[in-house]
């Protein structure tokens, strides 16, 4: 099991040494940060001291192993458009991306999940198959038509929640929480909604097709012999069984969900990262963009490395494998 | 028909399943009888496809649906069990009925601990607390001849091996007493070595505990040193029943014939049971009269005809003309 640690977390590493190149040479070679930083009035003179501070002229490596340790301590310099520190800017718009991308997957499991299960076990009922079909149109549909049809249905025309914004938030530290006022929780709805139905159906579909493999398989019909009655089978025998790939699934999506919470957001008008992203974009920011990269990378990969190591908790044959 | 009828576990009488499907019914199982006394190893012999498994799964109530059972009756310990729902018959299976699997292998649910499946399976058909569940899993396992019981409790399937394994579904099989176990190949996925050891387990566990057992096997070595009686299944039908010095010395039915004929000597194991020429016809092709009819020796006009009935011969019962007034 230690073997096995340390390995997954070398890996990890590498990757993240491989994103921080990534993010560097976008920072570095998609246009002359000194140029994008001075205006007119500034004199050559002030902008050779600039390139100087900057540590434009060492050696590629050395500005690379810069770049590495600071970001590392995370620091990734700062906005070219307001001036602001990168990691203040991100830190501030990161709990309500997280927000929403939590929200989002506890909705798809919960959701997910049982309806998997449903129609698994009741397959070739009419309503089964009524929500297989639906599922279809859930994958196909792109999440800013269902973000506005959500608006139009339960904001606009129902005027039951919130159509855009956070609502009130609470400060609890460096983190800002949606979750414990009313209104919140009310805005938290339609977009975490509109995130998660891609996820619902994924989750929904993954678990059922992993049902009805289990369902068939000898220990199921084992259990049936020894007496177990059926719920507990499909739940706790069956179910069990399915976990692992939906744990998977559901944690390396958890990146995709940051990411398509760009979408979200700017349909939403949501304050998260993905807002933060799509304005550093307009003004080719290179730092917060840079930053970005490096924070969505970094939620990717540890939550990569988290996965292997739930894989290794959950199924005791992978234990010992590793052992 | 059926012999011992008040002293038997397990009667049944005249069973019949169905599988209706697109092309037209599938007849499966077509007026099977047969009865175990306690502590009686009922061998059930037959080709592949005969029916064998079917026969225990009608009793379990474990037919995969849309088969069902079409015509007569179940009786197990004197109450009449055909009839019962799916929430009734949870109590029957496992309580009553306990099953054996043939591969040990995907028997047990790999992320459950051998004792955490025990204590399962106990606590659904005892009243017992959680500690006196657990002790009689230990106990059990001991019974089954696993070493180091109480450390074993934790260990997980993966870590038995195929020979232990079985051992561990056995102990699940009598987890909660029960009055019957059908035993559907239990060694057919196990090493030749380790096979007359399970044999010999369930012999001896049937023995002490009274429990009576219905062994299915492609092996009729199984049968010599292991049944009481045995029964041979041919196209879904039962066609000879009879205790096995009789069966294996004398046999009634050209087909029992022709599966010893398979047997080199008594004692030597074969593995397959197809020495016979021909196939047994699919289930949608059953020929009229007899079904053994186009591959027996014996026929006569007569077994083209009309289908023998079970009947009483000797010490057991066969379902063949030739013991019936003749083939002509
Ligand atoms: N769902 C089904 N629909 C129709 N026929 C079926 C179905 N399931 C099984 N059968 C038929 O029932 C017959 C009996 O099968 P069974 O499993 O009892 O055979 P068996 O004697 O146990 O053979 P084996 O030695 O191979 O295990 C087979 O001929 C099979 O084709
Ligand atoms: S009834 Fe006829 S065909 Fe059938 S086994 Fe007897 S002799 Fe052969
Ligand atoms: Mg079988």
Redesign the interface.
């Known amino acids: 099991m230690i073997v096995f640690l340390i390995k997954r977390l070398a890996n990890a590493v590498l990757v993240m040494l491989a994103v921080a190149l990534l993010a560097f040479l976008i920072f570095r070679f998609a246009g002359d940060p000194v140029e994008l930083m001075a205006n007119e009035q500034m004199s050559q003179a002030d902008r050779i001291e600039l390139r100087e501070k900057l540590g434009l002229n060492d050696s590629f490596l050395t500005q690379f192993g810069r770049f590495v340790g600071n970001a590392a301590q995370g620091d990734f310099g700062i906005s070219y458009r307001n001036g602001q520190d990168v990691m203040k800017l991100i830190a501030e718009r990161f709990p309500a991306t997280m927000e929403l991308a939590l929200v989002a997957t506890v909705l798809s499991l919960l959701i997910g999940i049982p309806l998997g299960v449903i129609t698994a076990i009741h397959r070739g009922r009419w309503y089964s198959e009524g929500l297989q079909f639906i599922s279809i149109i859930g994958v196909s549909l792109p999440s800013f038509v269902v973000g506005i049809l959500l608006i139009l249905v339960f904001a606009v025309t129902l005027g039951l929640v919130p159509a855009f914004g956070r609502g009130d938030v609470v400060q609890l530290g460096w983190w800002s929480t949606g979750l414990l006022t009313p209104s919140g929780r009310a805005s938290l709805l339609l977009p975490s909604l509109a995130l998660a139905l891609y996820q619902i159906t994924l989750v929904m579909r993954l678990v059922r097709a992993e049902m009805m493999e289990v369902l068939r398989s000898d220990f199921v019909k084992f259990a049936r012999a020894r007496g177990v009655p059926r719920w507990r089978i499909y739940f706790r025998h069956a179910l069990r069984n399915c976990l692992m790939p939906v744990v998977t699934m559901t944690a390396m999506n958890f990146g995709s969900l940051i990411a398509f919470a760009l979408i979200t957001e700017t349909v939403f008008q949501w304050p998260g990262m993905g807002m933060l992203f799509i304005q550093a974009v307009t003004f080719l920011d290179m730092p917060v963009m840079a930053g970005y990269l490096c924070i969505v990378s970094f939620i990717f990969v540890t939550l990569n490395t988290l996965v292997d190591i739930a894989y290794a908790v959950i199924d005791p044959r992978l234990r010992d494998a590793t052992r | 028909m059926t012999e011992h009828l008040s002293s038997a576990v397990l009667d049944v009488r005249g069973l019949c399943v169905e599988f209706p499907g697109r092309h037209g019914t599938v007849q499966a199982l077509s007026d099977v009888s047969l009865s175990i006394r306690p502590g009686e190893i009922l061998g059930v012999v037959g080709e592949s496809g005969a029916g064998k498994s079917m026969t225990g799964l009608a009793v379990?109530g474990?037919l995969e649906p849309p088969g069902r059972i079409s015509g007569g009756e179940v009786w197990l310990g004197g109450r009449r069990i055909d009839q019962l729902d799916?929430?009734q018959m949870?109590?029957?299976?496992?309580?009553q009925?306990g099953?054996i699997?043939q591969?040990p292998l995907?028997?047990?649910?790999?992320?459950?601990t051998v004792g955490a499946q025990l204590v399962?399976?106990i606590r659904?058909?005892l009243k017992l607390s959680k500690a006196d569940a657990k002790a009689r899993a230990i106990q059990l396992l001991k019974e089954v001849g696993i070493p180091a019981p109480e450390a074993r409790y934790d260990h997980?399937p993966?870590?038995f091996s195929g020979g232990m394994r079985q051992r561990v579904?056995i102990a699940?099989a009598l987890?909660?007493e029960p009055k019957l176990i059908i035993a559907d190949e239990p060694t057919t996925a196990l090493d030749v070595s380790i096979q007359a050891q399970i044999t010999s387990l369930l012999r001896r566990l049937c023995d002490d505990h009274g429990t009576a057992v219905m062994l299915v096997t492609h092996d009729m070595g199984v049968i010599a040193e292991t049944a009481d009686r045995v029964a041979v299944m041919y196209a879904g039908r039962l066609v000879e029943i009879g205790p096995v010095a009789e069966v294996l010395k004398n046999a009634r039915h050209p087909y029992t014939r022709g599966l010893m004929g398979s047997i080199p000597a008594l004692g030597r194991r074969v593995e397959r049971l197809n020495q016979i020429d021909g196939s047994m016809p699919r289930l949608n092709a059953i020929p009229a009269g007899c079904a053994f009819n186009p591959r027996c020796p014996e026929a006569g006009p007569r077994c083209r005809k009309d289908r023998p009935e079970p009947a009483p011969v000797g010490t057991g019962v066969a379902a063949c003309w030739l013991n019936a007034g003749g083939v002509l």
């Open positions: 379990q474990l799916d929430k949870q109590q029957v299976r496992g309580r009925i099953a699997f591969d995907t028997s047990l649910n790999p992320l459950f399962e399976t659904l058909h997980y993966h870590q579904v699940l987890a909660a």
